[in-house]
């Protein structure tokens, strides 16, 4: 092809290899997830053929997770293409659309790699666009964005999606000022990215935002972007759901989370999420009168304190449900769910056990409400419990310790 191939071999970061980079635009890879996308291939490869080889050379890798004839469909449609077709069909999809595209980067040989969607959303014309400004500002890192001047997002399918997209895009932007500065659209899967840019190994991709992986976990040193509009889909539907929303809130707190000062901010957010359930409970209890007496003062003890025990439960599962989703994801496979369940309720009511006298204290002494008196308890003993949780439910056990030996006996 060009004389750009020559470098393809070449180390990475070696610099040799990057100046000849710059002195030559060089080919460009074109990945391509596919789940189920069939009916969009031809005219996808199409396009591609129309507006990419004559400016730019480049190859397209199919990396497809589908469960209908795709993989035929694109070796078929391949031969009649100037340019290289590969298709990786991945008998597991680990990782959704980000896993896909990972392996595509991983495959790719080229230094430019453009991701781009397999429904003819995203147009192909802008392929060479997009390297040719990273070229330009020698970015490591170019983004088609739907929301800067001349871009638009007219194929979102309607005001829901728009609503969503938007608000995810606000969310993510807020959580990640720094690493996300001067990308105006992080939830796209429209870009260019330099091959030396990609860091696989740090990559833990979770569904669709693959882009906001690359940029918050690989870094990119310098970032550009282009406008573009987002088209409607040529055929099929959409393949993201409401389960897919829920990875992207996995994704979110994942990448939030990956330092432990910012694991302890996460726990303190969801123990204070916490306080909903536990307080609701206790106020179905004691004013509802769910549990006969509860509503009556705690002179005989009993009453109010069966109803925060009870209470206390709703907002331990409330926490450890949000903690084994959010927080401690990739940290749970030393256990099994039953033991981590049980160890946590351990350490959540052993914390019952120091709160009960202290809320009878606020009550009785200091007259203080059943209600503020336990938000402040619980205030007092969330960093115990943080500190708990960490040592006692989720570190690695060690080797060879006594729970080895006593589950021989
Ligand atoms: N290999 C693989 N595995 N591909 C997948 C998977 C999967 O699990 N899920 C989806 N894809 C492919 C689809 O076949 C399609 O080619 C592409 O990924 C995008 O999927 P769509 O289902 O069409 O996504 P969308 O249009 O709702 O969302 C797109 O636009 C969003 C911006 O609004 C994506 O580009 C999103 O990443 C983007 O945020
Ligand atoms: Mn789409």
Known sequence: MTSHEHTVPGELGDPAVQ????????????????????????????????????RLPCEVVFVDDSTDDTPEVIREAAQDCPFPVAVLHREEPVGGLGGAVVEGLKAAAS???????????????????????????????????????????????????????????????????????????????FFAIRRSAVTAEVLKPLGYKILLELAVRSRPRQV???????????????????????????????????????????FGLIGASGFVPNLAALWALTVLGLLPHAQMSSHGGTPLVLAEILANQFGVAWNFLLIEQLLFRDRRAHRRWWDRLGRFALLANADLVLRIPLIALLV???????????????????????VGTEALVYLPRRRGNRTTARRAV
């Open 111 to 189: 230094e430019w790699i453009v991701v781009m969607d397999g429904d003819c959303q995203h147009p192909p014309s802008l392929v060479p666009e997009l390297v040719a400004t990273g070229e330009r500002a020698n970015a490591a890192l170019v983004v088609a964005s739907r929301y800067i001047k001349g871009g638009s997002r007219a194929g979102l399918a309607d005001s829901y999606r728009v609503a969503v997209s938007r608000g995810a895009t606000w969310l993510t932007k807020a959580l990640f000022p720094r690493r996300l500065r001067g990308i105006s659209d992080p939830m796209s899967g």
């Open 19 to 54: 100046g000849a980079e710059v002195a030559e635009p060089g080919a460009v890879t074109i990945v391509v997830p596919t789940f189920n996308e069939s009916a969009n291939i031809r005219q996808l490869l199409h396009r591609i053929t129309e507006s990419v080889p004559a």
């Open 224 to 266: 550009a972007e282009v406008p573009f509009v987002f088209q409607d889909r040529f055929a099929g539907e959409s393949k993201s759901s409401a389960q897919e929303g829920f990875r992207f809130l996995r994704h979110l707190a994942g990448l939030r989370t990956a330092s432990p000062v910012a694991r302890m901010v996460g």
């Open 364 to 386: 009785d002494r200091f007259g203080m409400g059943a209600l503020p008196a336990t938000a402040l308890a619980l205030v007092l003993t969330f960093v115990l419990r943080f």
